[in-house]
């Protein structure tokens, strides 16, 4: 099992950042032999549906939404199993809850971690943030 606790949101204005932060406790899904994994970051805005945001995994290669290309990127510090999603240049579209999410795929499976083809097993509580003048 894996537990995922997310921090660093906020209320900022158009044009602020912010860095949030997911920290994964438990099972070290990291060096298993028998899976790989898929972190992202998600976000719900009040209304709408919920939205992927941000992935990468096992394959160090990131994947992001075109509508925060150039402004968000995600990374990961692997000795504290920290993800973190740098957000940049922050429009009010931003707000909304956002979330960290965790998927470990058995290997032979693998198909790299694409927003599009991600399916999460584990999701923090959520962070919410807020872009407003």
């Known amino acids: 099992q894996v537990q995922l606790v997310e921090s660093g949101g906020g209320s900022v204005q158009p044009g602020g950042s912010l860095r949030l932060e997911c920290a994964a406790y438990?099972?070290?899904?990291?060096?298993?032999?028998?899976?790989?994994?898929?972190m992202g970051w998600f976000r719900q805005a009040p209304g709408k549906e919920r939205e992927g945001v941000a992935t990468i995994g096992s394959d160090d290669n990131p994947n992001r939404a075109g509508s925060v290309w150039g402004r968000f990127t995600i990374s990961e510090d692997n000795s504290k199993n920290i993800l973190y999603l740098q957000m940049n240049s922050l429009k009010p579209e931003d707000t909304g809850m956002y979330y960290c999410a965790l998927q470990r795929i058995p290997r032979r499976q693998w198909r790299g971690c694409a927003i599009s083809v991600i399916q999460p097993d584990y999701w923090g509580q959520g962070t919410q943030v807020t872009v407003s003048s």
């Open positions: 438990g099972d070290d899904y990291k060096h298993s032999k028998d899976t790989y994994y898929c």
